[in-house]
């Protein structure tokens, strides 16, 4: 085997243009880590790391062929059911919840691997009844989906149990849900709002109430949205430049490597740069969508279609919660944000859409 | 067959797919598109509210407070200054529990219960992010040691700081004042000027004396270093900065050498003596005796040593040399005797016969004098100090003649001295009488109370200042000036010098042979009359007029000093000026409880005059002087 062979083996199943869309996106990461780590070079160094990690995963799952991704579905949901179990009884307590699981080796958050796990069941299991769909199927799907999402809501852990909910009712909806029960769901949603407001903790419903009016509790649960805010507004159409954020350098910002990151960005590259990245975050949306449009088989729509729909909504919420039009949730900005285990979930889902992309003519031959 | 159906519907399907994906796409334009409007909204629209968010939240504007100007004597001596001092300061909530910290700090270095009493009431008046004193004045053992366990101690740190300081003590108290911690009063009073601006990071504020009356001028202007903070507080690094401007300092007219030697020529005795330039209304001395240590105050005195200053007996609070008002017993007869002249009620030589007593109606005034003066002129009512011939006088003159001449010399008004807290004082007239009762039955004036008004009894109430200031006018020939304490004032940034020119109030009209009759005979005192025993042997011709003021009425009975109680022995009085052909200083005197003034206050008064016409400092406690008087003043 050549060299040039080798590359070619090697790229095969990556898709190039989700590859530079995923690639600009981590260069922004390390550009603004550089500049939240105040000029430092420990959490660029750090996330060089996560991205490489990973990037593996997906380079393999990527090259792994549909019909066995398909067969991960079903171990992926027990097993990320059975830990999500066992966290709920057995769970360490961190920061007031209990979303972590000491398994002696690791410490590890189940709720990540359900990210995955639920879309990838729920377009398992329409696959396997693609031919005799009918509102029990849905009805099936649906407790497919709640049930963990009623775990994770439980640890607490809001922002994971919202995002899960929506990615998997992207598949419903992707999957034909009919209009009428998606009526009756918004209906439904609407009605239970006040029973689910008397379910939620003190500190977020504090965090909800906060969207209304931050200022009225500037130092406590309001600070991070004020904050964030004069950060994105004092940025202007220019910004203040690179490094040269004062709410980032001066610490005002809190999470500014984290689920603040893009109030970081923004301060300092102002609203051109915010064009450019919702640019950026479009391009790998409009790829994934692509994708999802060529897909070959139902499961791989289904999944194709979530795993970009629901990236889209993690952009789209962590932009809202930062500029202040989305409670604070604790979503991080993706691809963006510091931190191993989103990039790995994140990048897991781009695997899975490469592997869609780059294997549907082995399906269809 | 069945095959083309499932592909028709496979085709169908998709269709369906692509449409919900068409409006997936729609849906994330949406909120794409919300996102958008938002950015424009925050960085376009609001761009310049959150910017000037950004900048207050970033700039912290630091005050620097200046130094406080220097007070000197009009020698250049210092009587107010600053030192650098080590403190140790606390910042509460940078410690790890403070009670422990501070139970903890006390092991290194002395931490007294009065530390700490000071440091909880700084704690419950503090700003954020303060530092507060613990403790002020380390040593520098204890600033070592402390040094070396800084590490145990987070939010703990040391600082220099500048303290004021009065060398003069208890010497200078009421007349140099103290500063002290700017509390709400001082808050409120600050922001109704538009001054709090430049109070910010101020700790101190002149409360009493010059400190508190020269205060615009000591302060200085605040500076102001415009720093780059992050949400801690902490600077990160100096944007600007203007340097903040020392205050001014002040020079007195006072002569602190002066000041010593009449403070302490009262011995234990209390009072107040002022002594002043008579060309020129500048006080060269300003005793109030007892004084108290102003450094008590700088820092918050602590309640026990406040009480005790404040139930002193011996009132050591009050500034009796302006606040204190006395009847001016005979130190008023020169002046009676000057408006009889002025008034043409009597001629200098003109006599009387005192048999020891003058009759009112069925009301008899007594002479001190057993048996009387017998014949008296001008001369010897006032070198002897004849009480009779001020009676008759008195009548002769009545209230309002009497009341209308005074006025002119100052008694009864505030002086205008640049100091705080003067009274008033009383100079009893009809209308005066008319304001101060309420019931008609006492608002009236009898003609019988015109008759001790003459020796300076009765309702006469006069400041040592207003005292000081009539004998000063009396000297210069019947010229006012209004007193005053600072000569000038140097700008600390320029070194220039204003003058405090001299204000001439008015000039009384007066006949210069009557004010030369008068002072003949206010020399005679000091040469051969109630003067004379305090001023035998002095190298200049001085006059002065003695006085004893009662405190007590012994409702006719002999005054005998033996048998009464010292407080409420008579208040010694004296008033004098030297040289008297061309006086350079004129100076009132007032020993509370002091008996005679001849016996107690004229020696004062000599001794103050030896050293300000002589330089002659006089000998530690010589007081033995003047000791006989011969009963009468």
Known sequence: MTKRQLWQRFIEHLDVPLLIGIGLLMLVSLLVLHSADNAGWGRPMSQVLNIVVAFTCMWLIANLPLHYLMRTAVPIYVLGMVLLIGVALFGEISHGARRWLNLGVATIQPSELMKIGVPLMMAWYFEKNEATLTMKNYVVAALLLLVPVALIARQPDLGTAILISASGFYVLFLAGLSWKVIGGMFVTALASAPVLWSMLHDYQRHRILMLLDPSQDALGKGYHTIQGMIAVGSGGILGKGYLEGTQTHLDFLPERTTDFIFAVYSEEFGLLGNLILLAIFLFVIGRGFIITANASTYFTRLMAGSITLTFATYAFVNMGMVSGILPVVGVPLPLVSYGGTSMLTLLLGFGMLMSIETHKKLVKS | ?633
Request: overall charge neutral.
């Open chain 2, 1 to 633: 067959m069945s095959k083309h159906v499932e592909l028709k519907n496979h085709q169908r399907e998709i269709f369906y797919f692509r449409l919900r994906l068409a409006i997936s796409i729609g849906f994330v334009l949406t909120l794409f598109g919300i996102l958008l409007v938002r950015f424009i909204y925050l960085q376009v629209v609001r761009h310049d509210y959150y910017q000037t968010l950004a900048e207050s939240n970033r700039i912290s504007v630091v005050p620097i407070v200046p130094n406080r100007g220097l007070i000197l004597d009009r020698n250049g001596v210092v009587m107010a200054h600053n030192y650098s001092g080590y403190t140790l300061e606390v910042t509460p909530n940078k410690t790890k529990g403070l009670e422990a910290t501070i139970d903890e700090l006390s092991t290194l270095v002395e931490i007294t219960p009065r530390d700490r009493k000071r440091f909880k009431k700084l704690l419950a008046e503090r700003r954020n992010f303060e530092t507060l004193m613990i403790r002020n004045k380390l040593t520098d053992e204890e600033v070592a040691r402390f040094a070396a366990q800084q590490y145990r101690f987070p939010g703990v740190e040391i600082k220099a700081r500048l303290f004021r300081d009065y060398p003069y003590g208890d010497k200078t108290a009421h007349l140099i004042g103290y500063i002290g911690r700017i509390n709400q009063t001082d808050v409120e009073q600050l922001e109704e000027n538009e001054q709090a601006a430049n109070y910010r990071g101020s700790d101190y504020i002149g409360k009493t004396g010059l400190e508190q009356s020269y205060e615009d001028e000591l302060h200085g202007t605040t500076g102001v270093e415009q720093v780059e903070v992050d949400s801690g507080g902490r600077a990160v690094r100096m944007l600007s900065r203007s340097s903040p401007v020392s205050g001014n300092t002040l020079v007195l007219s006072v002569d602190a050498k002066l000041q010593e030697i009449a403070f302490q020529a009262f011995g234990n005795y209390r009072g107040a003596l002022i002594a002043i330039d008579p060309s020129n209304g500048e006080v060269l001395a300003f005793v109030s005796k007892p004084g108290y240590d102003p450094s008590l105050f700088i820092d918050g005195i602590d309640l026990q040593t406040w009480d005790e200053l404040n139930n002193s007996p011996d009132k050591p609070m009050v500034n009796r040399a302006v606040n204190g008002a006395y009847p001016p017993g005979s130190t008023f007869k020169p002046y009676m005797a000057l408006g009889a002249l002025t008034l043409g009620k009597r001629r200098p030589e003109q006599t009387i016969f005192d048999p020891g007593y003058f009759t009112f109606g069925n009301h008899t005034f007594r002479d001190d004098k057993k048996g009387g003066h017998g014949s008296v002129d001008m001369y010897k009512s006032i070198v002897e100090s004849c009480d009779t011939y001020y009676y008759t006088l008195a009548n002769d003159m009545g209230i309002d003649n009497i009341s209308n001449f005074m006025r002119q010399f100052g008694f009864g008004q505030r002086t205008g001295i640049d100091i705080e807290g003067e009274s008033e004082g009383v100079l009893p007239s009809q209308e005066w009488k008319r304001k101060r009762f309420k019931k008609p039955e006492l608002q009236k004036w009898y003609a019988g109370e015109t008759i001790s008004i003459g020796i300076g009894q009765g309702y006469n109430a006069y400041t040592p200042i207003q005292l000081a200031q009539a004998v000063a006018t009396l000297a210069n020939n019947g010229v006012m000036y209004r007193p005053h304490l600072v000569r000038h004032i140097t700008d600390t940034r320029t070194g220039e010098k204003t003058l405090i020119e001299p204000k001439s109030l008015r000039t009384i009209p007066l006949r210069q042979e009557d004010i030369d009759v008068i002072k003949r005979a206010m020399i005679g005192v000091n040469k051969e009359g109630t003067g004379a025993a305090a001023f035998a042997g002095a190298g200049y011709v001085s006059a002065g007029k003695t006085g004893t003021a009662q405190v007590y009425s012994l409702k006719g009975e002999k005054y005998s000093e033996g048998h009464v109680k010292q407080e409420l022995r008579d208040h010694a009085l004296f008033i004098a000026f030297a040289p008297a052909d061309q006086p350079k200083i004129a100076l009132a005197v007032l020993v509370e409880n002091g008996g005679f003034g001849a016996a107690t206050a004229a020696p004062i008064a000599r001794k103050v005059l030896d050293y300000y016409l002589l330089g002659k400092v006089p000998q530690p406690l010589p007081d033995d002087a003047a000791k006989e008087g011969d009963g009468n003043d």
